[in-house]
Nanobody, 127 residues
Framework: QVQLVESGGGMVQAGGSLRLSCAAS????????MAWFRHAPVQERDFVAG????????GYADSVKGRFTISRDNAENTVNLQMNSLKPEDTAVYYC????????????????????WGQGTQVTVSS
């Protein structure tokens, strides 16, 4: 079992920045492939960014490339999402998630492979 707790959401004006953090516990640090998804009202849950257990091969949705950066600190067992140049369309509840299998190396977008989810944190970007 993996427990995930997100923090760092809030309200910001368009063009601003926010940093989300996710603290993981319950499994060997450094063994989890992690990702962020987001869910906006009346839309499906969408992949945002992912990172391997080693910290390598980060992946991003096209809509956030060049604006968002995912990183991890295995010593602290945390994953962060730095969000810059925020747009109103980034408004959503953001969820941190960990893959079901340790050392998962499949696609980040395959959300059925991500079994552990945080409670979500609201990000609101005003125009």
């Amino acid at each position: 079992q993996v427990q995930l707790v997100e923090s760092g959401g809030g309200m910001v004006q368009a063009g601003g920045s926010l940093r989300l953090s996710c603290a993981a516990s319950g499994r060997t640090p450094g063994s989890n492939t992690m990702a962020w998804f987001r869910h906006a009202p009346v839309q499906e849950r969408d992949f945002v960014a992912g990172i391997r257990w080693s910290g390598g091969s980060p992946g991003y949705a096209d809509s956030v490339k060049g604006r968002f950066t995912i990183s991890r600190d295995n010593a602290e067992n945390t994953v962060n999402l730095q969000m810059n140049s925020l747009k109103p369309e980034d408004t959503a509840v953001y969820y941190c998630t960990a893959a079901r299998r340790m050392y998962y190396s499949g696609p980040y977008t395959r959300d059925q492979e991500f079994a552990y989810w945080g409670q979500g944190t609201q990000v609101t970007v005003s125009s």
